[in-house]
């Protein structure tokens, strides 16, 4: 590794806007702060990578669609290593690329060559900003929490019930071939990224794109989630790999993991709870393991039954491991990870009649370790 940005080691995030047309320069690629050339090997970088986009057809509602494929485009890049999204990614570039001269003005190049041969019926403007100064990055850092806040709520009042049609997401298959993202409208993606009406979208604008839709077809099991027509397509976009998947459950045949899950949910030692863990936390949890080393077990695209790779907003959706008892199955997470979703908590909670339950889960500072 020679230079990175992201991983909770620093503040980072991604963010793709709809603008009109006359703050739109075409072609325009700004740098503001150093980039990698200027920095020493080994070290970490604040980074934001914000794309400006115009076009007749694009709509406000195809943003996180398109924000997305940052994520698959700076990937295309040799010695280039992208995982995350939003606020929570991660960007790592090799020694071997850097020496040959890869910088991050590169990246405004790739995204903007490939967001116009992908979408070019939707943008005809895109202009790419990429800051590396840390104090710039936490100026512009509110507006995109906002945006990204305004986008999730748009699925208030939707349920998995309510919708015949789920989506498939297999933007993460080069990490993980065998893995793939069923999202509902109650379980965005694992990484935390798209939400079904952003699946939706994305088949509207890219037919035969990433996501596809899934007619639920018949429920073999409600409380668990499982449908015959979501099985039929999670096996042949599993390359054959898995038979059967059940939205609701962490024990018995739950969704795969790539390996850009926002946080990892596993059953405690004693199976009588479960321990949510965000990717930023870098200390101990109680299964006597860091997240890097869980991660390395959860994902790559196989059911590992007791744990599975979610987005922070599935912790307070409804159907959170539902079929194993939910929310208030929760005994631990990190701090950070608990105050930064109180609000989100205390909702969910309240609305399960344990208004002081949140309060009662522990964290770091209580204990680290499974007996405590």
Same mark, same amino acid.
């Given at each position: 590794?020679? /230079?990175?940005?992201?991983?909770?080691?620093?503040?980072?995030?991604?963010? &793709?806007?709809? *603008?009109?047309?006359?703050?739109?320069?075409?072609?325009?690629?700004?740098?503001?702060?150093?980039?990698?050339?200027?920095?020493?090997?080994?070290?970490?970088?604040?980074?934001?990578?914000?794309?400006?986009?115009?076009?007749?057809?694009?709509?406000?509602?195809?943003?996180?669609?398109?924000? *997305?494929?940052?994520?698959?485009?700076?990937?295309?890049?040799?010695?280039?290593?992208?995982?995350?999204?939003?606020?929570?990614?991660?960007?790592?570039?090799?020694?071997?690329?850097?020496?040959?001269?890869?910088?991050?003005?590169?990246?405004?190049?790739?995204?903007?060559?490939?967001?116009?041969?992908?979408?070019?019926? +939707?943008?005809?403007?895109?202009?790419?900003?990429?800051?590396?100064?840390?104090?710039?990055?936490?100026?512009?850092?509110?507006?995109?929490?906002?945006?990204?806040?305004?986008?999730?709520?748009? &699925?208030?009042? &939707?349920?998995?019930?309510?919708?015949?049609?789920?989506?498939? #997401?297999?933007?993460?298959?080069?990490?993980?071939?065998?893995?793939? #993202?069923?999202?509902?409208?109650?379980?965005?993606?694992?990484?935390?990224?798209?939400?079904?009406? @952003?699946?939706?979208?994305?088949?509207?604008?890219?037919?035969?794109?990433?996501?596809?839709?899934?007619?639920?077809?018949?429920?073999?099991?409600?409380?668990?989630?499982?449908?015959?027509?979501?099985?039929?397509?999670?096996?042949?976009?599993?390359?054959?790999?898995?038979?059967?998947?059940?939205?609701?459950?962490?024990?018995?045949?739950?969704?795969?993991? #790539?390996?850009?899950?926002?946080?990892?949910?596993?059953?405690?030692?004693?199976?009588?709870?479960?321990?949510?863990?965000?990717?930023?936390?870098?200390?101990?949890?109680?299964?006597?393991?860091?997240?890097?080393?869980?991660?390395?077990?959860?994902?790559?695209?196989?059911?590992?039954?007791?744990?599975?790779?979610?987005?922070?907003?599935?912790?307070?959706?409804?159907?959170?491991?539902?079929?194993?008892?939910?929310?208030? /199955?929760?005994?631990?997470?990190?701090?950070?990870?608990?105050?930064?979703?109180?609000?989100? +908590?205390?909702? *969910?909670?309240?609305?399960?009649?344990?208004?002081?339950?949140? @309060?009662?889960?522990?964290?770091?500072?209580?204990?680290?370790?499974?007996?405590?």
């Amino acid at each position: 590794m020679s /230079r990175q940005g992201g991983a909770a080691k620093t503040t980072t995030f991604e963010l &793709l806007r709809l *603008r009109p047309e006359d703050e739109v320069e075409d072609g325009r690629i700004t740098l503001i702060g150093k980039d990698v050339d200027e920095m020493d090997d080994g070290s970490s970088t604040a980074l934001a990578i914000i794309v400006d986009v115009y076009g007749k057809k694009m709509e406000e509602d195809f943003e996180g669609v398109l924000e *997305r494929r940052i994520h698959q485009f700076i990937n295309y890049a040799e010695g280039a290593w992208h995982t995350g999204q939003r606020n929570l990614n991660w960007i790592r570039l090799s020694r071997s690329s850097v020496k040959a001269g890869l910088t991050f003005r590169h990246f405004g190049d790739i995204l903007i060559t490939k967001l116009k041969e992908e979408f070019g019926g +939707l943008v005809s403007r895109i202009q790419v900003t990429i800051v590396t100064d840390k104090d710039e990055v936490q100026r512009l850092l509110p507006e995109a929490m906002e945006v990204y806040g305004r986008r999730d709520a748009r &699925l208030a009042g &939707l349920t998995d019930e309510s919708v015949d049609t789920w989506y498939t #997401c297999s933007l993460c298959m080069s990490f993980a071939p065998d893995h793939i #993202c069923v999202i509902t409208p109650e379980r965005m993606g694992l990484c935390g990224a798209l939400n079904w009406l @952003d699946a939706k979208a994305s088949k509207e604008i890219a037919p035969t794109g990433p996501n596809q839709p899934i007619v639920k077809g018949e429920c073999i099991d409600p409380v668990k989630g499982q449908f015959a027509g979501v099985n039929e397509v999670v096996y042949e976009m599993s390359h054959h790999k898995i038979e059967r998947f059940n939205a609701y459950s962490l024990m018995e045949d739950p969704m795969t993991s #790539c390996g850009c899950f926002e946080v990892i949910v596993a059953m405690a030692p004693d199976m009588q709870s479960v321990v949510v863990v965000n990717r930023e936390y870098p200390g101990m949890i109680p299964l006597g393991m860091k997240f890097s080393s869980l991660a390395g077990s959860v994902g790559g695209g196989k059911q590992t039954p007791g744990f599975i790779g979610a987005g922070r907003k599935y912790i307070t959706s409804r159907k959170f491991i539902s079929a194993d008892g939910g929310f208030l /199955r929760i005994s631990w997470m990190p701090r950070e990870l608990k105050e930064s979703m109180r609000k989100a +908590l205390d909702a *969910r909670a309240r609305e399960l009649g344990e208004p002081d339950f949140v @309060d009662k889960i522990a964290d770091e500072t209580v204990t680290t370790d499974a007996e405590g």
